[in-house]
């Protein structure tokens, strides 16, 4: 039995297939990259799996449990964590009340919420600036606080959706960093990344998406050599 | 989390010794005003302030929970304090199903449905007239003659709304209400089940708006439709005595009460019968005229004071309270 599995997704809306056939698995302890050029359905998959909408057919199987058209915060209480590549931080409350309000969903009390974030924030690097109101972090700390958030509850596996777009070298070496220590925390990563250096590195198998269909998977070398890839990057000339 | 400030404290300290030094009743009616203010500001600040489900029909719960009260009277002869029991789960059981059905709207189309549900309780109690009295409304006698019991009452009954809400807004629940103020869809992936937390807190809202309702059935002995579900005497009051005060902050609403409830009553009395003194003395019909004017105007003010606070204290006194201060501060000379 597959660890985690999408089947078939496919997600039309209106008229428009935005999704059209999404189909992988992953493994347990695994770092699994999804890529594909802008508009190819990445994002949309990852709304699927966490339940912000549920797909027009196809299913998602965690853990063996059809998953498929729950609510957001009961797939999160199952243990899939997710971030936003358009970040949503809680704007006026401080980064250590965003993570508290994260880690209420593993505990009840103020005292442990604060000790699960208090961790949480220190394991992901954020403690200097724990008091900081969230709106007034830069790119890069709300993209870290997006990952602290979902860590703080506790997920068995995570979606990063670009958390790496928009940042400086150094950062990106950081975040790189940041995603190899969760991965050794036991935690299973789906990543979306356009960052080809970020996914390269990182992923020990990729899966390609074009026109919301998946059109490639393997070990970062297959699929960067594959046809069907670099004519999806590229144009048909360079395949 | 901080403390309950000394100031708060000291404030309750006074107001309940208050009525050994000064029964005066005209004061005792714009103290219990003021904390009736209190106890509604503080009810939609919970909802609309700390979980940023705006309504503008709060009057909806108080004039259910006035209505269950005058209603207890009306059929069956019971006292209306039991609507002081039942006001408040009447006001919740009214908000339960208006909740699961408006709350898939967000903004300014739940504020809207609020509005609806208001205005179609004020007609129903009017339409019904066998069952409510009608435009005739429901009188009863009052049980104390005193003031000061309803004060008491009153003082506890704010007191004791503040005290929840602070438990409220320092536990679990207020981290989840303000994570869906600020952000809906990530607080749904934090595992906040949005849904449940607004109608928790719309259910607690009501709640203390409803039993406010009862308490001014029991305290004032009169009421009727356009009366208790008035649109701006309860619903966009309860709306600028959070602003003015500070919404989202926990004593913010009593603050507002005491600003708004005494700048109404500065205007209603013509400066506390300062014109009339002034008219009497002189005997100059301009003073007599210009109280007429003044009397009205408490409106005017209230929406110029509504717009000062919004351009220049956007978190209301209590919000903006370190600006505020840093202002006086600055604007001392320097000795």
Known sequence: MAYFKVEKLVKYFGGLAAVNGVSFEVQKGEIFGIIGPNGCGKTTTFNMISGVFPPTSGKVIYQGKEIQGMKSHKICHLGVGRTFQVVKPLGRMSVLDNVTAAAFSRVNTIREAREVAEKTIDFCGLAPVADVLAKALPIAGRKRLEITRAMATRPDLLLLDETAAGLNPTELLEAIELIRKIRGNGTTVIIIEHIMHLIMTLSDRIHAINFGQSVAEGTPKEVAANPQVIEAYLGKDYA | MKKTPVAAIVAVAALALLPLVLADNYF????????????????????AGYTGQVSFGHAAFFGTGAYTAGLFVMHGGFSAWWGMAFGGVAAMLLGLPFGAICFPLRGAYFALASLALNLILMHLATIAERFTGGMQGIMIMPT???????????????????VVVQSIIRSKWGYYFVSIR??????????????????VSLAVSAFFTGTAGALYMNYMGFIDPHVVFSLHDYSVMAILVAIVGGVGTIYGPAVGAFIMVGLQELFRSGFFGLFKYLGDRTGSETFTQAMEVVQHAHVLVFGILVVVVILFLPNGIVGDWGKIRKSVFRSKPAA
Do not use: C
């Open chain 2, 144 to 162: 104390f003659v005193s003031k000061v019991p309803y004060y008491y009452i009153t003082l506890g009954m704010a007191v004791a709304t503040l």
């Open chain 2, 182 to 199: 600020e952000d809906q869809d990530a607080a749904e992936s934090l595992g906040i089940d949005t849904n449940r937390y607004k109608n």
């Open chain 2, 28 to 47: 005792l009616h714009l103290l219990i005003l003021f904390l009736i203010w209190v106890i509604i500001g503080s009810s939609w600040n919970i909802m």
